[in-house]
């Protein structure tokens, strides 16, 4: 026998548990399945067999009196009372490689492209815990994402994390393809959970496209999933990221869409009989949410810079999880329907979106330029109606009077073609043009 054989049993063998542990199924109560048994860990996986076949792959969610709690990560169809349970002794892992990118997995990171199968190199736990707060580095250079107005005003670091606040139908999803084309980073982890099965392949043939693809690994949990699929999802291209980070790269994490993971979250803790407080929202919603964003960041190795889009629902920006969401991250970014009914793209409203750590990436005289940008645009915002019903009279206060001349020049720097990519240094330079005294060379903004 060849060694590499040898080592590949090895490697199987470890993994099979010394001692079989058993129950039976006695209950089904919506998506929960009830046994008697067997002894497991929350978090652990577990097998259930109907009959011959692989069995149905569960995951102990809690514990009722002496009964054991599990949440199907498949179909149930066939289940049946008395079943048996078989415990694996251990938590969720996925398979991680350099073969990842490229490739287009599901919920449970397996491959669903119809490609050669995964050459693994080894594990990573699905849900493992957010590092020390003290290993992580500070973060201190800038991320090139290829969007002018983000570059420019909201200037985002390598490990932030980021929120895209937005109602539905303004423009996520569009955003997040045109940065994950664009962007300067090594390699693009997406997850796209709780989409519609029809946006998937649209996402990756009409925004990522093949040459975002070609560096991108993308986990795919869609709407028709069980409620633990589409979380796993999440955690699955969480671990995955900081795989390729250990291996020294810089990775961007998008999410589409965080508000869905929280979805799926409350069904879990509303079906195991958790109370509904907020909303609607169980309390697990909000220990999920940091457990889940606080794995993105800068080490010295490489960094997860994280990007979660967040679906506000009737485009209220205080609704809960939104609310939880902003109070965890590092900046927000967002979106306005006003603006996209304009036709402006991105609908990036500037005056509400803020990079926490900008200050800490910009130079002063950018920092200056940015804060005019925004003063000129926030005067002619708050007189907008008085100028536009002709209410306002010329020469009347010298502010309103810059801010009429300048905004042309603002609107048409925040307009950016998606499939036009704007570097950062680019976009600083074109931002100082536009804020200069009037009469000095301005030019296009440069693209």
Known sequence: MAQSDFNRLLAALKKVPPLALEGRVTKVTGLVIEGDGPAASVGEVCHVFSGPGPGLETEVVGFRDKAIQLMPIGDMTGLTPGSRILASGRPAMVAVGPGLLGRILDGRGRPMDNLAPLEETGTYPVKALPANPLFRSRITKAMDVGVRAINALMTIGQGQRVGIFAGSGVGKSTLMGMIARHMRAD????????????????????????????????????????????????????????????????????????????????????????????????????????????????????????????????????????????????????????????GQFPALDVLSSISRLMTDLADAEHLAASARFKELLATYRHNEDMINIGAYQKGSSQEIDQAILYYPRL???????????????????ALIKVVAPLGAPEGPPQR
């Open 187 to 342: 390699v693009n982890v997406i997850a796209l959970i709780g989409e519609r099965g029809r946006e998937v392949r649209e996402f990756i043939e009409k925004d990522l496209g093949p040459e975002g693809l070609a560096r991108s690994v993308v986990v795919a949990a869609t709407s028709e999933q069980p409620a633990l699929v589409r979380i796993r999802g999440a955690y699955v291209a969480t671990a995955l990221a900081e795989y390729f980070r250990d291996q020294g790269q810089n990775v961007i994490l998008m999410m589409d869409s965080a508000t869905r993971f929280a979805y799926a979250a409350r069904e879990v803790g509303l079906s195991i009989g958790e109370p509904a407080t907020t909303r609607g929202y169980t309390p697990s919603v909000f220990a999920q949410l940091p457990q889940l964003l606080e794995r993105a960041g800068r080490w010295e190795k490489g960094s997860v810079t994280g990007l979660y889009t967040v679906l506000v629902e009737g485009d209220d920006m205080n609704e809960p999880v939104a609310d939880a969401m902003r109070s965890i991250l590092d900046g927000h970014l967002v979106l306005r329907r006003a603006l996209a009914d304009r």
């Open 411 to 429: 609107i048409n720097f925040l307009k950016q073609p998606f499939n036009e990519a704007c570097p950062l240094d680019q976009a600083r330079q």
